[in-house]
């Protein structure tokens, strides 16, 4: 199996600094809006801000690593987000539909009770600024009962919002749903989504076939957490050599929503050639033509990075 190498780009101030902890991407039209995990973290001056990404400006990046991506800020409008949340841990999903936004929310409640939290805001005109609407938010039901897992990703369907859990794999969840929304964050039932060994930690949006990639990653200092039973993906497709040699997964994965449930594709995933150490840990992914575009956190540092698909 070939594996594709991400090309880093340069990112400009302040979304380069590692302590900006990247958690998820989305478009907003022609802007990539990067989200953090916390956004007030480092702009307590300025409140809280996400920043925006041009499209053109990622194309010129992508055409030429040497040129520097300067993210502008978006106000973030959200007095009372971290309430809904016993011990707020930051925010981990974002996903658009025409003028709505939707967030995930972590936070923790002590002794591995994990809490998943979704709410939904506006976006002024010209992506000004994003207001969240935090008398209402909707909590989520835990999966699996381990430390530091909630709900990582969120697609939409239309005027159906999907959340997805990040632990789906079949030792500790012995049955992975998507949750799904109405646009005012009414309940619309619950569909099974396949094992998944590893974490999920962001999504795309859907296309028009209602197909959508997810980010897959490994880290094997969470072996004990995770208990990963057999990877069905690498025995179905194979890996590719850095992944023969080393315990880290990097990957995305491809699967399709339907109204009966979510399907993996027959679309073998994009593996990452891995650079070796402990991994990268990606938490965001968008389309980018006829790639993607990923991000990780803070470790092993802020990275934004160009994928092709092959």
Do not use: H, K, Q, T
């Given at each position: 199996m070939a594996e594709v190498t991400p090309r880093p780009l340069r990112l400009g101030a302040p979304l380069n600094k590692a302590n900006m902890e990247i958690s998820g991407l989305a478009w907003y039209g022609d802007t990539l809006v990067v989200l953090p995990q916390y956004p007030s973290r480092r702009t307590e001056a300025n409140g809280r801000q996400l920043y925006g990404i041009s499209r053109s400006a990622l194309a010129q990046a992508v055409a030429d690593t040497t040129v520097s991506i300067d993210p502008f800020p978006i106000p973030l409008h959200a007095n009372g987000m971290s309430d809904h949340a016993t011990a707020y841990e930051g925010c981990e999903a974002i996903a658009f539909e025409d003028g709505r936004a939707y967030f995930l929310v972590e936070g923790n409640g002590g002794a591995s009770a994990m809490e998943g939290h979704l709410l939904r805001g506006t976006v002024a005109p010209g992506l000004q600024s994003i207001r969240l609407h935090t008398a209402t938010v909707k909590a989520l039901p835990m999966q699996a009962p381990l430390r530091n897992m909630s709900y990582e990703a969120l697609t939409l369907h239309g005027d159906t919002v999907l959340t997805l859990f990040e632990a789906n794999g079949a030792r500790v969840n012995t049955s992975p749903q998507a949750h799904r929304f109405t646009s005012a964050l009414d309940p619309a039932g619950p569909?099974?989504?396949?094992?998944?060994?590893y974490r999920l930690t962001d999504a795309t949006a859907l296309d028009a076939h209602g197909r959508f990639w997810v980010t897959n990653y490994f880290y094997p200092g969470e072996r004990d957490l995770l208990d990963p039973g057999p990877d069905s993906l690498a025995l179905r497709f194979g890996t590719g050599a850095t992944h023969q040699t080393s315990d880290v997964v990097e990957r995305l994965v491809e699967y399709r929503y339907t109204p009966q449930g979510i399907r993996r594709t027959t679309t073998p995933p994009v593996w990452f050639r891995l650079r070796g150490g402990s991994g990268r840990?990606?938490?965001?992914?968008?389309?980018?033509?006829?790639?993607?575009?990923?991000?990780t956190d803070k470790f092993p540092s802020t990275i934004l990075a160009y994928v092709p698909r092959r």
């Open positions: 569909i099974s989504f396949p094992a998944l060994e840990n990606w938490e965001g992914v968008a389309r980018f033509g006829d790639g993607f575009l990923v991000a």
